[in-house]
């Protein structure tokens, strides 16, 4: 029999920088595929290599489970007996289920109205203590940061160093499929653990097996773009609620991630956004929003004549899956009819069409 697939802290093993104390507590995250997108590179304008790594097939749905099997991990093996984090619903999810999973109290707060459909759910349904607070993610953040700096409750968010070590692995499946690193890698940026953590994985492989170094595509929504902008956001706005983010507590990082890699972060509309969603659930791959928005700003610098990929190797993340945020659907698609449960009615129907 084939040994059974280990989850990130056992196949990664000796490539993170974790306490021996660490316990492992896993789902079996990450392994998710490199999906080829040959006709959506082609509409792009042709010439290039592009895949999507579809982080939306991890446990919880979304990329964040890479970081927290390491942090509920190492947290379980210090002794504590409470998460907490705030979140704007993916972190939330992959929260609460590792803390289920270890037997752990998660606490969870959230920005009121703001958290889409299926993070909540996953939130509650893992049996997370969610609360909601009158603020932004960003006054959610600043008092998780608070309350554990005072109590023995283990702070989750990426600013927890154990989820950048987890967090990481993306890059070396990317490196392993791929043979050697892509020349671009394309993400959404919120609270800019992701860049960080991917960043710190490709040149911790290339150190290792010499796979190359891609260059970063960071990219915001325009509403919620404070690395763009050189400010913080006070009122951050965008359909992408998982980026809906002020003041990114990894923003220096990023920045210097995406400079030093010879890349950028740039901004993108709601409506930019929306398009690439709607144009990879064309293609067979539907994310949430905020995962659309690497594309998103690939697209958008393709189209300004500010990038040639003529001949380059790109990836790009999707960070959630689209069932997290089922009701944006709405917001493009044609709701179904409804009709007589007759043969001669669904004929006319379809034929009407076809004519
Ligand atoms: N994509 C999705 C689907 C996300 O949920 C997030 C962040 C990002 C991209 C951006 O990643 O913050 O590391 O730059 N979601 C966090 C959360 C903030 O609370 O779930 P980042």
């Given at each position: 029999?084939?040994?059974?697939?280990?989850?990130?802290?056992?196949?990664?093993?000796?490539?993170?920088?974790?306490?021996?104390?660490?316990?492992?507590?896993?789902?079996?995250?990450?392994?998710t595929p490199l999906i080829p997108m040959p006709r959506l590179a082609e509409e792009l304008g042709g010439g290039f290599e592009l895949y999507v790594k579809y982080e939306g097939l991890?446990?919880?749905?979304?990329f964040?489970?890479?970081?927290?099997?390491?942090?509920?991990?190492?947290?379980?093996?210090?002794?504590?007996?409470?998460?907490?984090?705030?979140?704007?619903?993916?972190?939330?999810?992959?929260?609460?289920?590792?803390?289920?999973?270890?037997?752990?109290?998660?606490?969870?707060?959230?920005?009121?109205?703001?958290?889409?459909?299926?993070?909540?759910?996953?939130?509650?349904?893992?049996?997370?203590?969610?609360?909601?607070?009158?603020?932004?993610?960003?006054?959610?953040?600043?008092?998780?940061?608070?309350?554990?700096?005072?109590?023995?409750?283990?702070?989750?968010?990426?600013?927890?160093?154990?989820?950048?070590?987890?967090?990481?692995?993306a890059?070396?499946e990317i490196c392993?499929t791929l043979g050697s690193a892509p020349d671009w890698l394309c993400l959404p940026?919120?609270?800019?653990?992701?860049?960080?953590?991917y960043?710190?994985?490709?040149?911790?492989?290339?150190?290792?097996?010499?796979?190359?170094?891609p260059r970063?595509l960071?990219v915001?929504?325009?509403?919620?773009?404070?690395?763009?902008?050189?400010?913080?956001?006070?009122?951050?706005?965008?359909?992408?609620?998982?980026?809906?983010?002020?003041?990114?507590?990894?923003?220096?990082?990023?920045?210097?991630?995406?400079?030093?890699?010879?890349?950028?972060?740039?901004?993108v509309?709601?409506?930019e956004i929306l398009t690439m969603q709607r144009r990879l659930a064309a293609h067979g791959v539907w994310v949430e929003p905020a995962s659309a928005a690497g594309l998103a700003g690939l697209a958008h610098e393709i189209a300004?004549?500010?990038f040639n990929p003529r001949g380059q190797r790109i990836v790009a993340i999707c960070t959630g899956h689209g069932?997290?945020?089922?009701?944006?659907?709405?917001?493009?698609?044609?709701?179904?009819?409804?009709?007589?449960?007759?043969?001669?009615?669904?004929?006319?129907?379809?034929?009407?069409?076809?004519?």
């Amino acid at each position: 029999m084939p040994a059974p697939y280990a989850g990130l802290l056992e196949r990664y093993h000796d490539w993170l920088d974790l306490p021996a104390y660490t316990r492992p507590v896993t789902l079996l995250e990450g392994n998710t595929p490199l999906i080829p997108m040959p006709r959506l590179a082609e509409e792009l304008g042709g010439g290039f290599e592009l895949y999507v790594k579809y982080e939306g097939l991890n446990p919880s749905g979304s990329f964040k489970d890479r970081g927290m099997t390491a942090a509920i991990s190492e947290a379980l093996g210090r002794g504590v007996r409470a998460v907490i984090c705030a979140s704007t619903g993916n972190t939330a999810a992959s929260a609460a289920a590792y803390a289920a999973r270890a037997g752990l109290r998660a606490i969870v707060l959230i920005p009121q109205g703001k958290v889409a459909l299926g993070k909540l759910a996953g939130a509650l349904a893992y049996g997370a203590e969610v609360i909601q607070i009158e603020g932004s993610f960003d006054d959610a953040l600043a008092l998780v940061v608070e309350i554990s700096q005072k109590y023995p409750i283990a702070l989750v968010n990426s600013l927890n160093p154990y989820r950048l070590e987890g967090q990481k692995t993306a890059a070396f499946e990317i490196c392993d499929t791929l043979g050697s690193a892509p020349d671009w890698l394309c993400l959404p940026v919120g609270n800019a653990g992701n860049i960080t953590a991917y960043w710190m994985g490709f040149r911790q492989y290339h150190v290792r097996r010499g796979s190359g170094l891609p260059r970063l595509l960071g990219v915001q929504a325009a509403g919620a773009a404070p690395l763009v902008l050189g400010h913080p956001v006070e009122k951050p706005e965008t359909v992408a609620t998982a980026i809906r983010i002020g003041r990114p507590a990894r923003g220096e990082q990023a920045l210097a991630a995406a400079e030093e890699s010879g890349g950028r972060i740039i901004a993108v509309s709601d409506d930019e956004i929306l398009t690439m969603q709607r144009r990879l659930a064309a293609h067979g791959v539907w994310v949430e929003p905020a995962s659309a928005a690497g594309l998103a700003g690939l697209a958008h610098e393709i189209a300004a004549g500010r990038f040639n990929p003529r001949g380059q190797r790109i990836v790009a993340i999707c960070t959630g899956h689209g069932l997290k945020d089922p009701d944006i659907v709405a917001r493009w698609s044609t709701p179904p009819r409804t009709l007589p449960a007759s043969l001669q009615a669904l004929t006319d129907a379809l034929l009407r069409e076809a004519a």
